[in-house]
């Protein structure tokens, strides 16, 4: 499941409405509204239901929306405990990435807001085979792709879904 659509969708259960929750989050209705249709088919059923202008959060939806919070609280906070534990650590020797091709550009600020300012960044890019080798060899603390090699000793974990497509 998205934690952002979850996220965006606790802001149109606490607004009840998309225009508002839209106007909070910087975002279109229509782009806010296809992220809670795409909520709707990951989770199986509906949140909102239309209502004369506006929309009705479904009971699921608010069932959804009282356990999502504590855990969207629980994850926010999951980034600077880990940050403060490892603060001297980072501030001592760089933390080595490895990526593949877009990774290093679409990823890079979303990994830089969680880390101290004093933390310093070796960043390498890789293609697969050669980043779970890197990883096993300890040049790369991390390796970010979208083309997992199955490699002994090293465990994949899916962190994101994007949708990636063609802009001209």
């Avoid at 606490?14 to 249709?37: D, F, M, Q, V």
């Avoid at 990774?103 to 980043?131: C, K, N, V, W």
Wanted: with cysteine; hydrophobic share 45%; aromatic share 8%.
């Amino acid at each position: 499941m998205d934690s952002n659509r979850l996220g965006y969708f606790l802001v149109v259960s606490e607004t009840g409405s998309i225009r508002r929750a839209a106007e909070l989050l910087h975002l279109s209705p229509a782009a806010l509204s296809k992220a809670i249709k795409q909520l709707e088919v990951e989770v199986g059923f509906a949140l909102v239901a239309p209502s004369g202008r506006g929309i009705l959060v479904t009971d699921e939806g608010r069932e959804l929306a009282i356990r999502a919070k504590p855990l969207l609280e629980c994850l926010s906070t999951l980034a600077k405990s880990v940050r403060d534990r490892y603060k001297d650590d980072f501030a001592h020797s760089p933390i080595k990435i490895g990526s593949f091709e877009v990774f290093t550009t679409h990823f890079l600020d979303q990994i830089l807001q969680y880390l101290p300012d004093t933390a310093s960044i070796l960043l390498r890019e890789l293609i697969p085979g050669e980043m779970e080798k890197a990883l096993l060899d300890r040049e790369i603390d991390f390796g970010l792709t979208y083309i997992p090699i199955p490699t002994s000793g090293i465990e994949h974990q899916q962190v994101a879904t994007i949708e990636m497509g063609l802009f001209g």
